[in-house]
């Protein structure tokens, strides 16, 4: 153990709908780090959940015949069913309808309140329930709609709550500035400080005669919590703040990574910043917008039916396992771009680089090794002759940490692939199975193969966070029977692979099945 905790949250999902690749990319995005940090020793905790209150989920259920609660109860069970569909290994799953989590932001409220920076207010505005938040009307498209949600605002004539967030603006703008890991990627941070130049106060309640499915204001049975206040305050809810038990608040608290999406940054890094500072809580360390996916390269919405769920695509394929669309998804962009999903891309590249460059590469090389030697490493095969080779492992190792410093995920996955493409190279420089041929190189054969055997243990641990399952089928295949999530970085060294017989016939399957491949096909059927 590095004696650290990391603490990784998720946005939480509205569950008004079906899950789609769009929260779901933002759940394997968070659980590949919080296992490469779990990799390097760290006590992770990692928490994800569901947002149910608010006009969008009364609405809905409304439509449905149901109540909020029997709808949310209904919904969630998809979204909770993504930690076995996608191999989720969160520590808890929050719903903000949970009891001490109400309970908790009532108090909170209250809190606020009686520092004097919650206040009552009459207030006249425009208010979109796609985005549950008031808009100005300098925000509207020409046609006075809200530009993400295409729909037109309704006018709200309202006594509210407010939070006193302007008092915070320039703590919040000295924070940025003085934090270059607060907002990340980099590139985002201009927008959120543009848009703290006009902030003003915002609203945090509704009254009951608008929305009536909401954390009741303590002391106010008319008015409701804004939902954006109920749903922010899950972060710390989920750990027991200002709950009897807040051991776990003491211990993780604060986060190290918020993981969001880019449509929600403002509400990360102004709201919820104004309303920790407000409370006296210390600030996450980093905010992290991952960007859009979209499919074919247009934005994923029910009107254009172009919808994709991750269960669409794991049937579609035939998949027992979710690393391939894992992979996929944390390779189609640079980690925090925009990105897209399309089955020709998503087919070329799982085939290109799973089946073909890392699948082939282990598959040949162990083929060799039992033609050759059984499936036997001697101790005098060890070696560290390749030079290049051994540096490019090593090095490929560091490169990927200092890549998840920054959850630069789709980079440090490059790292990788590199190293894979350089071994295959190598392979067929060195061509083992002529050196095999000759009584005089048969031990050159055998160098190569442990070699190869090397980087490829190296490669499914450094791969590990994003296809676990792969992963740990490379790592027995090379005679290694420890779980590969018990395996630490920093025991990771060049001469991992034990002398021994570590393969057979019979265990030699390819560890990841070229999709509509022949074989795969048979799977079908
Ligand atoms: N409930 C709020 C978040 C509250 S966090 C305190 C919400 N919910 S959401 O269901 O609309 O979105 C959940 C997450 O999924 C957000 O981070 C959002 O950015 C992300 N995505 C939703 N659609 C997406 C894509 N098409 N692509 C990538 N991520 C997107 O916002």
Redesign the pocket.
């Known amino acids: 153990m590095s004696g650290k905790t990391f603490y990784i949250t ?6 008004n709908g079906k899950p ?4 779901v ?2 759940k394997i995005a968070s659980d590949v780090i919080a296992r490469h940090f779990k990799q390097r020793g760290d006590d992770v905790y990692f928490l994800t959940g569901s ?1 149910e209150h608010g006009i969008k989920i009364q609405k809905t259920a409304q439509k449905n015949n149901m109540s909020p609660k029997e709808f949310c109860d209904s919904n969630v069970v998809d979204f909770q069913a993504l930690a076995q569909d996608l191999n989720l290994d969160y520590n808890k799953y929050i719903r903000t309808t949970d009891d001490y989590h109400e309970k908790a932001v009532q108090k909170i409220f209250q809190k606020l309140l009686e520092k004097g920076d919650i206040y009552k207010a009459s207030y006249t505005g425009l208010y979109c329930s796609g985005c ?1 938040c008031f808009l100005a009307q300098k925000d509207l498209t020409e046609d006075g709609l809200c530009p993400d949600h295409m729909a037109k605002p309704q006018e709200v004539k309202e006594e509210n709550y407010f939070f006193r967030l302007s008092k915070y603006k320039q703590q919040i703008i000295d924070h940025i500035n003085a934090n270059p890991d607060f907002i990340l990627p980099s590139y985002r941070k201009n927008e959120i400080l543009n848009q703290l130049e006009n902030i003003q106060d915002i609203s945090v309640s509704r009254p009951k005669t608008s929305v009536s499915w909401g954390i009741e204001v303590p002391g106010d049975k008319e008015q409701v919590i804004y ?2 206040i109920d ?2 305050s ?2 710390i809810t989920a750990l027991g703040y200002e709950s009897e038990d807040d051991s776990l608040f003491k211990k993780y608290w604060p986060a190290n990574c918020q ?6 940054l403002k ?2 890094s102004i709201y ?1 910043i104004g309303l920790l500072l407000a409370l006296g809580v210390k600030l996450p360390k980093t905010i992290f917008a ?5 499919i074919d390269e247009k ?2 919405s029910k009107s254009l039916g172009n919808v994709i769920s991750h269960k669409s695509i794991l049937e579609q394929y035939h998949l027992e396992s979710p690393d391939a669309l894992r992979y996929f998804l944390m390779t189609t962009t640079s980690f925090g771009r925009d990105g897209n999903y399309s089955d020709e891309d998503f087919k070329s590249k799982v085939n290109a680089d799973l089946a073909n460059n890392t699948g082939n590469l282990l598959n040949r090389s162990l083929s060799m090794l039992l033609k050759y030697f059984e499936g036997e490493i001697k101790q005098e095969f060890v070696n560290d002759d390749a030079k290049e080779l051994v540096d490019a492992t090593l090095g490929a190792k560091k490169k990927v940490v200092e890549n998840f410093d920054s959850y630069m995920i789709t980079e440090a996955i490059d790292e990788v692939i590199s190293l894979v493409n350089l071994t295959n190279k190598y392979v067929n420089e060195t061509a083992p199975w002529s050196l095999a041929k000759d009584e005089n190189t048969l031990i050159d054969c055998a160098k190569v193969l442990y070699n190869v055997a090397e980087v490829m243990y190296h490669v499914a641990v450094l791969m590990y966070p994003v296809i676990p399952d792969i992963s740990q089928k490379i790592l027995s295949q090379l005679g290694e029977e420890k779980n590969i999530a018990d395996i630490k970085l920093d025991d990771l060294k060049w001469g991992m692979i034990q002398p021994k017989k570590i393969i057979d016939k019979a265990s030699l399957t390819p560890v990841f099945l070229r999709i509509d491949s022949e074989l795969a096909g048979d799977k079908k059927k």
């Open positions: 998720t946005a939480i999902d509205y569950v789609h690749i769009g929260h990319y933002e947002d549950e939902v954006w749903a922010l899950n972060y993981m969001i999406g880019k449509d929600i509400f990360h919820w991952h960007g859009w996916i979209t934005k994923m």
